[in-house]
């Protein structure tokens, strides 16, 4: 039986798709070289002749672009079309600094709603489908990445954003949505409303779940799974890369396939910024090769994972594939002098089926000490907290090697966005 895909290129052979990576990887350091002043002056004074780049490794003898690059060049220093070509432009927030700003012509957004639509067919999504989007409809990429891939697709789109929760629900619930396209976290604050409501979420029609916008663990996802119902499928993307439909999980959740015609994707040190080999893990540095109006080359995305050793996957996608991305490598936590991940404190918690997936991890002083204490909610009011608290500091000490103190309490308590989001991580170190 032929796999169900959007388009041919996705089951092309290897050495047919490097030929077509090459092609484009050619295209377009010419037209950085001749469009971006920014990329002239880093090819030159880096003595990078572009007629010599003939291969995928020739690659590594170009220097990285960074996000304070695209910060420096603020708003338009990085385009290589002009202004009467640009059809519509995204941001980030720019809460860290001076935002970053990327702005799209009429090919870049045919190409977004392309790498989208295979994205969602990838993911068993059909014509038959209604689709709920709650990933915001603004600045940020998510929701509009969906619902251009779902008028592609021709799958019945439903642009909800998120916010409005208990709307949210009876959308679900009265136009029979088949596929919850969100936040992972937000999708358990829709099920969290619900059944506020008297709605079980298992009594309703979704089928599947798309999640991406956030690192999530595989513990999170059997929760996501056991609550709704449904198969949940991992997405992957970024706003300086337009958006969702970078890479995507297939039936087979044996990773993401990476759709190489429109990205070369690498896996180096965050430290040395050295290659490294597959299974290694470290920092996704994502090389654009359709990207009209702002290519990107060598760009330090700054997410953490790896490449998938073998090529092949029985879904008989050809595309490379990543390992789920454990965070961002500015996100890791250094408790007196052990790196802490936030995604291994999560899957210590939902390990614990007492336990639901809203968790805060609060850091301070105490002496010349750190302390980490870890705020957790109980899936149940009255659950017997001293003994769950006992449990999940000693599983906590034997994998993240930090003895935390531990605070269950009761559903709902800790504060959430209108996203569904509970604030992971307070710092509130004071620098000695």
């Known amino acids: 039986m032929l796999p169900i895909v959007w388009s041919k290129i996705e089951t092309l052979n290897r050495k047919d798709l490097e030929k077509i990576q090459i092609s484009r990887l050619k295209q377009t350091l010419k037209k950085a070289y001749e469009k971006i002043p920014f990329y002239r002056r880093l090819l030159k004074g880096n003595n990078v002749d572009i007629d010599f780049i003939r291969s995928l490794d020739d690659l590594r003898k170009i220097p990285f672009t960074s996000k304070d690059d695209l910060r420096n060049n603020y708003p338009y220093g990085l385009l290589a079309v002009s202004l009467d070509e640009i059809v519509e432009i ?41 689709m709920l989007i709650s990933y915001s409809y603004h600045m940020f990429t998510g929701g509009l990445g969906f619902h251009y ?34 936040t992972p976290n937000y999708s358990l604050r829709i099920a969290e409303v619900a059944e ?3 709605i079980d979420p298992l009594s309703l029609n979704v089928k599947r779940g798309i999640f991406g916008a956030e690192p999530w663990s595989e513990n999170l996802r059997k929760k996501i799974e056991e609550t709704w119902g449904l198969e949940a499928y991992d997405i992957y993307g970024l706003s300086e890369l337009y958006g969702p439909g970078v890479a995507v999980e297939c039936e087979k959740h044996e990773g993401l396939h990476v759709w190489e015609d429109h990205y ?7 430290r ?9 893990e470290g920092e996704i540095v994502i090389t654009t090769l359709t990207h009209d109006a702002m290519p990107l080359i060598r760009y330090r995305t700054g997410d953490l994972s790896y490449i998938i050793d073998s090529r092949e996957c029985d879904c008989d996608r050809t595309h490379v594939r990543i390992g789920r991305i454990k965070g961002r490598k500015d996100d890791m936590l250094i408790i007196n002098g052990v790196n802490v991940w936030p995604k291994a404190i999560e899957e210590v918690i939902l390990s614990f089926k007492e336990a639901i997936p809203q968790y805060q991890i609060i850091i301070d002083n105490q002496g010349v000490m750190d302390k980490l ?29 930090v003895t935390p103190e531990v605070k269950i309490v009761d559903p709902g308590t800790l504060l959430r966005t209108d996203g569904g989001k509970v604030r992971r991580v307070i710092d509130r170190r004071k620098i000695k």
Do not use: C, F
Request: charged letters at 25%; zero cysteines.
């Open 272 to 280: 040395s910024g050295e290659p490294l080999e597959p299974e290694e």
């Open 90 to 130: 995204h941001s980030s927030s720019g809460t860290t600094g001076k935002p970053t700003v990327i702005a799209y012509t009429q090919r870049d957004v045919e190409n977004w709603s392309e790498i989208m639509a295979r994205s969602l067919v990838a993911a068993n999504v059909t014509r038959e489908d209604i």
């Open 196 to 198: 506020s409501m008297g």
């Open 373 to 401: 204490e870890i705020m957790v909610e109980a899936n149940v009011k009255g659950i017997e907290r001293e003994k769950l608290e006992e449990k999940i500091r000693n599983a906590l000490k034997e994998t993240v090697l």
């Open 264 to 270: 070369i994707v690498e896996v180096v040190d965050p």
């Open 149 to 182: 891939g779902a008028l592609k697709l021709g799958v019945i789109a439903i642009p909800m954003g998120s916010g409005y929760t208990q709307r949210q629900v009876k959308v679900i619930k009265d136009l029979g949505v088949t596929v919850l396209a969100s």
